[in-house]
């Protein structure tokens, strides 16, 4: 995988020939179910994302905690200026190791409307390192809070001033407030003390009292703690499906069902709505914001997807209010015929911007699609993910399955894209033209086990929009009617940002890949 | 471990407390910093407690706060400036966590201790420390480093300088938008120690490449950079350099850029001079005047009685009046009510004639405008107004409006009103308030919301100081008492409460003749709340009174009341009995 990005004009590596198919490896499992073990509703997976350099992957979960991996195989970092560039090369694939973990968000109640408030993580966003220390954000439905995990310092103070001679006799950690006589305070009016007044003629002799010292203070280990700095609440009467990092390292956005807001990270008590979609009388409402992203270099760009079928650009340089879209991208014609379903399954799930910035990819509930955003005519190109399902579209919809959420993501090199199915299945694609790749693996520890590598596919070129990728129909659906266990969905994946690894949730369980 | 004599005690405590878990006592202790320094001498303050502070950095940001503003001002505790590089490395580490406001507040006191600093102590200390800063591994530090160049350069020998510029040529043009942000802030405060060789040519090119920035976050503080490089060049370089920067700039694709230039123009306009201000900023300002985006057109309508102070009238008239015409009918309600905020401020730019002839109408229009923030902000200016266009015309088209905010829908308006009703009422004269304005005034004592009564109540009082006892008397106090008879017990209690406001500016006599028969009726009220506030009314008449009139009329009823089945009633009571024993008492 040499092909370099930078390059590119159009498509993905136009001129190129269409690099090999990649072959999928086992790496990680991390909370694998023992066999007839019960998932716990709590445990199931709900957010992945790897941080910009990699290093890093946080996984929040339905119990509302978030927890933190780090990359385990040990490389020789150089300085810390170049890893906020990211720029470094790297010889083996990636190995991850459990970092920490911290609950993130509480079960809430919310009296005025009388409703429940999930603890649920939907989205994890990681944010500009600093000083060492890992930041992001994390988000149920409705209150986004910033993160910071970092090493503290465990230590062990001795030698005070007052201890063992007149203090309470409370051994020699001083770090107990033992010594101070907290016990006389009411309120913690620390500065009302008597104790600490000293009377108005009191006279410093110049040298000092020599009988005073400082405490002595020894670190002997660090500990990881996370604390949680900031809370932007109260802004979103909808649920938020989407939180974005702005590329100018200060703004961020949070996207509910109606309304797009716009954050500052350093002030969390206001907000400026700059998307609201919610029609004047809500019976007139026929289409909700489901995903929202930032552009990856332009700071004033950024993209949300609708339940039906469009995604739609804007600039948020033309008007402080951008219910304008500048760009909109659709598919105008409908590849099957229209049915119950058509509006339904058109409905996009997730974007994600390539890392280009030219590309964008979308997931609705039967295919992936790219887009190129310099061509609104239609996507570049459309993969199929389950069709063998679409005869059964009225099942779906009867337990609701048909609404299920799936993510998708781009590998960093913008050559492939992934995105996940029923069965813990999910499948790789290649997006350069006249690339065949289009693998199934399974989340488990023989991800082909089943899912023989897909033979050739019709060659795609541009011109065509709708092709149906054929898959190996061996492959997917069992006899025995194992297909149909619907349950036993992946909607969550992460693609490395720098190299051909793949994280994803299969209920609680972590799994990865590489190639 | 020594015995620490009892005398030192409370030091000794905090200084243990420097490391308490407590975060309340850490900070405690921090706050009084100089106590602690005081009590170890300076040399021990300079050996123990600055690297004691220097090593235990890791602590909450409160904490750190207060330390970076604390060794801010700690010189004479180190011992004098000659010593004040000590404080420099733990505030060095203060500038690299990721909390801004302890990197700026770390920051401000670095500048401040190096404004102090012998110049060759700045060379030895305090440059090596930007340096450092500067080549920081993590953004924190770089950003902060852009805040001390100023400090730094003056006193630099001259390859140190040359250094110096192009590392902040370098931070200009960092991988990270904060970085490049701090430099863009920084810039003006940097560029006015820079000798003027270097300004025109390293300085001008270094703006330059921020005005081109594709991060709008940068551009829009480069404009602030426009108005304070402006005023360090020639005027004929600045019309070269920064004027078609901000013509640029105001034609910008992105809206924030723009209104950052409308907030500025005065500032900017400044630094081109009056000049290049008449043949090209007035047509950019015109632009901005018509921008599509609204926010734009309200930083732009704010400013528009400062720009044409600076224009000639004619111009004023010419250019900007046809702007604001349009503006006045402006679809956006915010952009009408920055307009009302500052209109009547262009009177005296434009003289009577234009005033009553162009202004006036505009005027007018926003006064009865749909929405109330337009109409309170142009009521808020009367004062103003008056001046130009004279009462007669004004109370004219003063009073629907007036009456319309009045009886505004929104709770908020009429409260608004309600406070300028006063000011009204001095600069409208007793006649016209009379006529027009008392019964409104009475109108809200039986408002539904409790603040609008609340407001009434203090309104009258205000009045009633503004015109006196005796007006106050006529038409005040008789309407007022009318309304005792109120069938809702919640109006009762307002006019108690106005009579408590109005008792001491009447005086004892009208209070004792006609207030206080009406208190001590009510105190036979039926309902209990109005009885204990009768309680605290007569409670705060008793210091107005004669002493006689309390005797015999307040403390029986009083009495009375303190014999009352509810408690509250009784509870007041005794209360009010009380004061009245302590007025007694010194007799």
């Not at chain 1, 005070?160 to 010594?179: K, Y």
């Not at chain 2, 200009?172 to 300004?199: I, W």
């Not at chain 2, 111009?315 to 009408?336: G, N």
Request: aromatic share 8%; net charge negative; glycine share 4%.
């Amino acid at each position: 995988m040499n092909w370099n990005g930078a390059e590119d004009a159009g498509l993905p590596a136009a001129s190129l020939p269409p690099p090999p198919p990649l072959e999928w490896k086992f790496s990680q499992v991390f909370g694998e179910r023992t066999a007839g073990e019960e998932v716990q509703e709590v445990d199931i997976i709900s957010a992945i994302e790897f941080d910009k350099s990699g290093d890093h992957l946080a996984t929040g979960d339905r119990g509302g905690r978030v927890v933190l991996f780090e990359r385990a195989d040990v490389r020789d970092r150089g300085s810390r200026r170049d890893l906020e560039r990211q720029d470094y090369s790297i010889s083996r694939h990636p190995e991850f190791r459990y970092k920490t973990e911290f609950q993130s968000h509480e079960p809430e109640f919310d009296y005025l409307k009388s409703l429940e408030i999930e603890e649920k993580i939907n989205k994890i966003r990681w944010c500009q390192t600093a000083n060492g220390a890992l930041f992001l954000l994390s988000t149920n439905d409705k209150t986004i809070k910033l993160w910071k995990v970092h090493e503290k310092k465990v230590k062990r103070i001795s030698k005070m001033n007052m201890d063992d001679s007149q203090a309470i006799g409370n051994g020699s950690i001083a770090s107990s407030s033992a010594n101070s006589p907290r016990a006389y305070l009411p309120n913690g009016g620390c500065s009302e003390r008597p104790y600490n007044h000293l009377s108005s003629d009191f006279l410093f002799p110049p040298g000092g009292f020599p009988s005073l010292h400082l405490p002595v203070v020894m670190c002997q280990e660090t500990s990881l703690v996370a604390r949680c700095r900031r809370i932007y609440a109260h802004a979103h009467d909808y649920h938020i499906n989407s939180i974005s990092n702005n590329s100018d390292g200060e703004t961020f956005i949070s996207a509910d069902d109606l309304r797009i807001n716009l954050w500052n990270l350093e002030i969390s008590n206001q907000s400026f709505n700059i998307v609201d979609v919610k029609p004047a009388n809500m019976e007139d409402l026929t289409e909700v914001i489901t995903s929202a992203e930032f552009h990856p270099t332009h700071c004033n760009m950024l993209a949300y997807s609708s339940s039906k079928g469009s995604i739609r650009l804007i600039d948020l340089r033309q008007s402080a209010l951008c219910d304008n879209h500048f760009k909109l991208f659709e598919e105008h014609e409908a590849p099957v015929p229209k049915s119950f379903f058509t509006e339904i399954i058109a409905s996009i799930s997730d974007i994600k911007f390539a890392k280009d910035g030219r590309h964008i990819l979308s997931r609705d509930y039967m295919t992936l699609k790219l887009w190129d955003i310099n061509m609104d005519s239609g996507p570049v190109a459309t993969f199929q993910i389950h069709e063998y399902l679409r005869p059964k579209l009225c099942d779906l919809y009867e337990n609701d399955s048909i609404f299920d959420k799936f993510e998708c993501c781009l590998s960093g090199d913008g050559l492939r894209v992934a995105t996940g199915s029923y069965n813990n299945l999910f499948r790789v694609f290649g997006c350069v033209p006249e690339s065949t790749e289009a693998t199934t693996l399974e989340a488990s520890k023989n991800p082909m086990r089943r899912h023989v590598q897909n033979p050739a596919r019709p060659a795609r070129s541009l011109g065509s929009l709708t092709r149906v990728v054929r898959r190996g129909e061996a492959t997917g659906v069992d006899a025995n009617g194992n297909s149909y266990d619907f349950t036993t969905k992946l909607l969550h994946l992460a693609w490395h940002p720098t190299e051909n690894s793949i994280a994803c949730a299969a209920a609680n369980s972590l799994y990865m890949y590489y190639a | 471990m020594a015995m620490i004599d009892e005398p030192l005690y409370p030091i000794a405590i905090l200084i243990d407390e420097l490391k308490n878990e407590d975060i309340q006592l850490r900070l405690n202790s921090i706050r009084r910093l100089s106590t602690i320094a005081r009590a170890l001498g300076e040399e021990r303050t300079r050996k123990e407690l600055i690297p004691f502070l220097s090593e235990n950095n890791d602590d909450d940001d409160e904490v750190l706060l207060a330390m970076a503003e604390e060794l801010g001002v700690f010189i004479p505790y180190v011992g004098g400036v000659e010593y004040a590089h000590v404080l420099l490395p733990p505030l060095e580490t203060l500038c690299t966590v990721e909390e801004t406001c302890v990197r700026d507040k770390a920051v401000e006191s670095l500048c401040r201790i190096g404004a102090q600093m012998k110049e060759n102590d700045l060379v030895d200390w305090f440059v090596p420390l930007v340096k450092r800063l500067a080549a920081g591994e993590w953004f924190t530090a770089r950003v902060s480093s852009c805040g001390l160049f100023h400090i730094a350069y003056s006193s630099a020998p001259d390859h140190l300088k040359t250094e110096l510029r192009s590392i902040y040529g370098q931070l200009c043009q960092d991988d990270m938008p904060m970085v490049r942000r701090a430099a863009a802030t920084n810039l003006g405060k940097f560029a006015a120690t820079v000798e003027p060789s270097h300004l025109k040519t390293e300085i001008m090119s270094i703006f330059e490449d921020l005005t081109q920035d594709d991060q709008d976050s940068v551009r829009l503080l480069a404009v602030e950079g426009c108005a304070a490089l402006g005023k360090l060049l020639e005027p004929q370089d600045c019309v070269t350099h920064i004027l078609p920067v901000i013509v640029n700039f105001s034609q910008d694709k992105s809206w924030r850029v723009r209104y950052m230039v409308a907030n500025q123009l005065y500032e900017l306009c400044e630094a081109v001079g009056p000049e290049p201000t008449r043949a090209d900023l007035v047509p950019a300002y015109v632009r901005l005047l018509r921008d599509n985006e609204a926010e734009v057109r309200i930083a732009a309508a704010g400013k528009v009685t400062k720009f044409c102070r600076i224009l000639s009238p004619q111009l004023a008239i010419q250019h900007i009046l046809p702007c604001v015409k349009e503006l006045s009918s402006d679809s956006s309600q915010h952009v009408r009510s920055a307009l009302a905020s500052v209109i009547m401020g262009m009177a005296p730019v434009l003289g009577k004639d234009a005033t009553i002839e162009q202004l006036l109408p505009i005027f007018l229009s926003l006064l009865k405008d749909e929405f109330p923030d337009v109409r309170l902000n142009i009521i808020s200016k009367l004062d103003q107004v008056n001046q130009v266009i004279g009462i007669d015309l004004l109370s004219q088209s003063l009073l629907p409006a007036i009456v319309e905010l009045a009886e505004d829908r929104h709770w908020r308006v009429r409260l608004a009103i309600i406070e300028y009703i006063p000011l009204l009422a001095s600069q409208l004269g007793v006649g016209f308030f009379d006529d027009k304005l008392g019964a409104l005034c009475m109108q809200w004592l039986e408002d539904k919301v409790f603040s609008i009564r609340d407001a009434a109540a203090n309104n009258l009082k205000r009045l009633a100081e503004e015109f006196g006892p005796e007006w106050a008397m006529q038409h005040i106090i008789p309407q007022v008492l009318d309304k005792i008879n109120n069938p809702h017990y919640l109006y009762r209690m307002t006019i108690l409460h106005a009579i408590s406001l109005l008792a001491p500016v009447m005086g004892a006599d009208i209070t004792c003749q006609k207030l206080l028969p009406v208190v001590i009726a009510s105190s036979k009220d039926r309902v209990p709340n109005i009885k204990f506030n009768v309680a605290k009314v007569l409670q705060s008449l008793v210091p107005i009174l004669d002493q006689s009139v309390v005797e015999s009329t307040i403390r029986p009823c009083l009495v009375e009341l303190s014999e009352d089945p509810d408690v509250d009633v009784r509870y007041f009571a005794s209360q009010a009995l009380q004061a009245c024993d302590q007025v007694m008492m010194p007799s």
